[in-house]
């Protein structure tokens, strides 16, 4: 049988040249970066050969960048520790109602300290009117965190536009990039963001690594205590083989990006198209055109998207309703719902995100086996028929 991942959103293969990479880095230079010795002193340089290859990828110097243990360290690191460690300014944060639970759930662990937080809607394209922004920043707003690319829909925020609005009431504007960094072009200075979450398992590295990008001068603290680590900013031994990870699929990325960008958009725009044509009562969701490349996200009505996901992987087709988080649970995805769709619409909600080794053959049997899947799901449904 056929097997065609199409989950990148979730996690991404390991690109066999990063699995290279970090093999020594488990055999012969296992060394504490920490150490003073030869070894450590090998493992030390090639953490700060891979802050340097994350740095470029997003136009950051290599002093910026955090280590961390992925995209929702970052997340946490960035917004707890920023409002704590600058109350003077204010006790207000603004975020959005679609973001990952790793920036939603660790503002409501805020607003219980005591913290005021204010959730913006989002239009029905997923994106955050900058008016909206505007009209919701007060005196005391001390940080503004919007997603770049949202995890399900793929809709990409004008960051460039929403960081200026922030920065004229002088507060600080954090992106949660996971979803972008790597895939399309990030870069700090031209986006104007002051904190920047990025994960290397969306980019073909190893799981468990990912950084805060904290501009020069941003006041944040350490999320975790014990040693001084990462200029006392990440307390814990450094994970090396998994930052030398992230670092070649930086580089990786950085080389590709043009090409499997292009590639992916033109996937994708097949793939939706080809759906909506053979499958009558199909929206997709998310922005038409300010969507990640390669994500293709669609709300079938009258069927339930967990059944459509058992019925694709009986096809050896990978995809997934919802974000991978919240998958297992019964309710509606956040997002869907803040896009202003029905419960029952969200329920038959499908995301297919392709990554660098998906082909137009790929679309093509999608496209053979899913108009089926769904007739056959909406016979079996009371409503469908
Ligand atoms: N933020 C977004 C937008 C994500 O999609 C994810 C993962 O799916 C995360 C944060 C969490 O990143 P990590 O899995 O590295 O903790």
Partial sequence: MKSIYMDHSATTPVDPDVFNAMIPYYTDIYGNASS?????????RAVENAREQVASLIGASPGEIIFTSGGTEADNQAIITFMSSNQKQGRHIITSAIEHHAVLHT????VKQGFELTVLPVNQEGLVEPDTLRAALRPDTALVSI??????VGTIQAIPELAAITHEVGAVFHTDAVQTVGKIPVNVKDMGVDLLSASSHKLYGPKGSGCLFAKKGVRIGSYLYGGGHERNMRAGTVNVPGVVGFGKAAELAQQRLPQNQAALKDLSQRLTQGILDAIPNTRLTGHPVHRLPGSVSVCFDYVEGESILLMLDSYGIMASSGSACTSGSLDPSHVLLALG????TAHGSLRLTMGKDNTQEDVDYVLQVLPNIIKNLRLMSPLGQ
Avoid: D, F, I, P
């Avoid at 010795?37 to 030390?44: D, L, V, Y």
């Avoid at 503002?107 to 805020?110: A, F, G, P, R, V």
């Fill in 107 to 110: 503002c409501e662990y805020l």
């Fill in 147 to 152: 997603m770049h690319a949202n995890n399900e």
């Fill in 341 to 344: 769709l029905a419960h029952e």
């Fill in 36 to 44: 003073v010795h030869s070894q450590g002193q090998k493992a030390a």
